[in-house]
């Protein structure tokens, strides 16, 4: 995630500079921000993992090691104007990423290769509802923060799956309610607006599907198995 977070700030500085640096005062697309709809899409890559919360006492001292997995988004946008530096967003879209799972303990429940590890790909329809919040526009630029609350749906979700981690699925819930904040700004060029932002989801509930045994060494010792990601979001308006 680190990466993702260092990637935006000089990618955001790089593209921005050349605004900074206007010695004309040319306003690029002047009446752009008075229209009550605006319409747009965006790409991205996202980082997701996951915070695992234990049980106290922990059985057996089990640890769970996630691995990120680098992934995609890609979606549309829809916005309406409240204000001038107030509207609100609906983003919807499709978010992929692989995450990898290795499980550990003081037991030795996990000394073959097929028990330490799981699998968990994710592709997730991703609908978000934003407010987003602008300070007044510099010329071609317009710093924002956004925020707000988002459904997904999991099409990768074995929540239905009869089998468990006895038979090596590891499974999650179909839906989570996440929140997502982020900062980004708006880039006012000849023919489009450009914003790059960097957002980060929180989920809200427990996305952990237990196994049928209430001693399972996988998911007995979790309290909490959540979402946390973050993404560079790139959208075109």
């Known amino acids: 995630m680190k990466n993702i977070l260092i990637l935006c700030v000089c990618f955001t500085f ?7 640096s206007q010695r004309k005062k040319i306003e690029n697309l002047p009446n752009f921000d008075k229209k009550p709809w605006n319409f747009g899409y965006y790409l991205g ?38 204000h001038k530096n107030l509207s609100l967003r609906f983003e919807p879209g499709l978010m992929s990423n692989v995450k990898k799972l290795y499980f550990s303990d003081e037991a030795g429940n996990f000394n073959v290769k097929k028990d330490s590890l799981r699998d968990v790909p994710g592709t997730y329809l991703h609908m978000p509802l934003l407010l987003k919040f602008s300070t007044d526009r510099y010329r071609n630029i317009k710093p924002y923060v956004v925020g707000g609350l988002a459904f997904d749906y999991n099409f990768s979700s074995n929540q239905n799956n009869p089998d468990d981690n006895g ?28 914003s790059p932002s960097l957002r980060g989801v929180f989920a ?20 909490n198995f959540a979402t946390r990601g973050v993404f560079l979001k790139l959208t075109f308006e």
Request: proline share 5%.
């Open 167 to 194: 038979a090596g699925e590891f499974r999650m819930k179909k839906t989570n309610f996440m929140y997502e904040l982020g900062i980004g700004i708006d880039l006012y060029l000849p023919y489009f607006k450009f």
């Open 204 to 223: 809200l509930n427990n996305e952990l599907i237990r196994d049928k045994s209430t001693t399972s060494p996988w998911t007995a010792p979790i309290d």
């Open 14 to 20: 790089f593209i921005s500079t050349p605004a900074f």
């Open 45 to 82: 890559i996202n980082k997701n993992s996951f915070v695992v919360d234990y049980k106290n006492p922990n059985t057996n001292n089990t640890f769970v090691k996630v691995d990120e997995g680098l992934g995609f988004l890609v979606g549309v946008m829809v916005e309406r104007r409240l």
